[in-house]
């Protein structure tokens, strides 16, 4: 009986086992979704003249707002011109009243932002979703890399928004990580638990052919 027991144990974790794996890799891979670059050098015909613009990058969708100024890029920079200078591939910075705001077409973390010619007396002003505004700082780098270890979600409707204080900078690029929606993490759910259910039928057709065969084994 023992043994019975015993090997109707090690039949169900390994039908299960497959489903487990699939299901956990599943998760796992939408947690550690790929991060995506938007790189803003050299992009004079996507941002120049224009005060809006949209850019799109593996397949999520970034809309820049300059507000009353322009969006301008070069080979070496990219940032906000005053209302008079609309010249394309003239390349600025961010500075002054200057405020960049920038909206997804779906949820996305934040997780990077590069920038050249920060001082020290220079800051990143950044507002990501609904986090209290923080302030990047020169790192004392040629480029200033800033990467956030925490969640820095920004939802659709919400915004990404930088500034500058004390001086102006160029804005090299960010990136961003795609959110699963509520409902795609529910569908793996339930796909786990269609492949854990064909499983045990699977296991319970199996059992009694086993016990079948047990009960025509010799006895000692």
Known sequence: MFLLVERETML???AFRPALVALAVSLFACSTEAAIVFNLFGQPGTFDNNSTA???VG???ATFDAGSDNLNSNAMTFGISDGNNTSANNGDAIGGNEVLTITFDQVVNVT???????STTEQILATIGL???ISLDDTG?????????????VAV????VLEASGGDYSLTSFSVTAVPEPASLGFLAIGGVVLLNRRRRSASRLLPKQEADASELPER
């Open 12 to 14: 169900s974790l390994q």
């Open 54 to 56: 949209m850019l799109t």
């Open 59 to 61: 397949g999520i969708t």
């Open 112 to 118: 990077q932002v590069v920038a050249t010619n920060l």
């Open 131 to 133: 986090s209290p505004q």
């Open 141 to 153: 780098d040629a480029i200033d890399t800033f990467n956030f270890s925490s969640s820095n979600e």
């Open 157 to 160: 409707g919400q915004s990404f």
